[in-house]
């Protein structure tokens, strides 16, 4: 009996996360663009906010990369 997962299923599991992970930073930068269309945040607030928000897909995408190094047997 193999208790082992099979190859397949590790690689759905991991696009699912990652498939998740870019579904939230989608909806978050589109309802940071939302707020700055509408003007409740001002453009020059949202030069600061978008390099930031830049970074931290950054830092996602580097996090989503290692977990799948790390998951790999």
Do not use: H, Q, W, Y
Not at 19 to 41: D, F, G, K, N, Q
């Amino acid at each position: 009996m193999n208790l082992e997962p099979e190859k397949s299923s590790e690689l759905r599991n991991l696009s699912g996360v990652a498939r998740v992970l870019a579904s939230i930073v989608i909806l978050a930068m589109a309802v940071l663009v939302c707020l700055v269309v509408l003007e409740v945040i001002p453009r020059d607030a949202f030069t600061a906010v978008a390099s930031k928000a830049a970074m931290l897909i950054g830092v996602a995408v580097v996090a989503t990369a290692a977990i799948a190094l790390l998951t790999r047997r």
